[in-house]
């Protein structure tokens, strides 16, 4: 049976990458020898890498101005206290909606003063805050762009003089917005990218350099862009992977095309939730997620019956986050238009015979 992937990270890959990703963990090209077993300062592997890097900033139309890309560890977790590291010297403010924000936070507060300058936990983070003002004194702002969790996301870049920072692990490469907004944004590769391992970063090279502190080697930006990635040994399997995503991007079209594609996606499953009487959906209407919806039944008692009913058309990964409970279907980049249509026909079965 046709499985449709809807788990929220690590998630769905296109066909095409996985199978490429495959062939060469047995052969790279005409090597003689496996992806994970060559050197990662051979030409073969630094030529992937450099093309990865590459790009990550001609997808983002970030070439020439300025922005370096960067493949490292750490997952985006680590960015929390890394960003800080390099970039907080006084006071850095944060917009606070959700889980992953509240990590960065607590982390950026072991370096520095914080400012939580909005946040939407007094209604559990369906919501993105508007309407508050930013200190220009700010070392930056970080926000993160969608919560893959409450599943809501930033319409709007927030307005702001000072430096933006974000977190970008679920909605890269999923939309067609401005990234030169921003100074520095990371994310993780297990969402809309490659394998778990691998952690994009793009950062405008004129910020660093600016803190008074000594920072590790392992946490120093300058260092890591000194060595082109190579500051230690590259997760190599996942930076061949999140290349080959790249690369079936820029096949699709670009940003632009798959962004249009995801709002078709997004508006198929919302217009359902909104229509069903059986469900409904939990973050606001304005704010909602075009890669991770968050729904709940109306009446629990039917949980049995559709979770049944979606296992037997094959679907999988469904189920909410614990924070929030109900279901959570991940329509990230590389999901087709038809496993949505699978999933909305399901919720249609339901109401038909309940
Ligand atoms: C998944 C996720 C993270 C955590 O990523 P790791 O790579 O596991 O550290 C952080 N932020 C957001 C928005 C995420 O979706």
Redo the contacts with the bound molecule.
């Keep these: 049976m046709k499985i449709h992937n809807f788990s929220?990270?690590p998630s769905i890959l296109p066909k095409e990458v996985m199978h490429d990703a495959s062939k060469a963990v047995k052969e790279l090209g005409q090597s003689g020898l496996s992806l994970i077993e060559i050197s990662h300062r051979s030409k073969d592997f630094i030529s992937i890498m450099d093309e990865a890097c590459k790009r990550a900033l001609e997808l983002t139309n970030l070439e020439n101005k300025g922005y370096k890309a960067l493949f490292l560890q750490?997952?985006?977790?680590?960015?929390?206290i890394m960003s800080a590291y390099n970039l907080l010297e006084n006071k850095a403010g944060f917009i606070n909606t959700g889980t992953?924000s509240s990590?960065?936070i607590k982390e950026a507060k072991l370096i520095g003063e914080v400012l939580e300058i909005a946040s939407s936990k007094d209604s559990n983070f369906n919501y993105i805050p508007k309407g508050y003002n930013t200190p220009a004194d700010l070392d930056y702002l970080h926000i993160?762009?969608?919560?893959?969790?409450f599943g809501t996301q930033f319409k709007e870049i927030p307005e702001t003089d000072v430096s933006l920072v974000a977190?970008?692990?679920?909605d890269i490469f999923s939309r067609n917005f401005d990234y030169s907004r921003f100074d520095l944004f990371y994310?993780?590769?297990?969402?809309n990218m490659g394998p778990?391992g691998a952690?994009l970063v793009i950062v405008k090279e004129d910020i660093l350099g600016k803190v008074t502190r000594t920072i590790p080697s392992i946490l120093d930006y300058s260092v890591h862009l000194k060595s082109g990635s190579m500051f230690n040994t590259p997760p190599v399997f996942s930076v061949y992977t999140s290349l080959l995503t790249l690369r079936w991007i820029e096949k699709q079209g670009g940003i632009k095309t798959i962004g249009d594609k995801n709002i078709l996606k997004a508006n198929y499953l919302y217009n359902e939730i909104d229509r069903n009487s059986l469900f409904t959906g939990f973050a606001e209407k304005n704010d909602r997620s075009e890669m991770n919806a968050t729904f709940n039944l109306v009446e629990e008692s039917l949980t049995e019956t559709f979770d049944n009913l979606c296992l037997s058309v094959g679907i999988s990964g469904l189920k909410g986050h614990r924070s929030v409970g109900g279901y959570r279907a991940s329509i990230y980049n590389a999901l087709p238009f038809e496993s949505v249509e699978i999933l909305v026909e399901c919720m249609k079965s339901l109401e038909q015979n309940n």
């Design positions: 929220a990270g750490g997952g985006a977790s680590q960015q929390f992953w990590k960065a993160t762009t969608n919560n893959t969790i977190d970008m692990s679920s994310a993780g590769a297990q969402k778990a952690t």
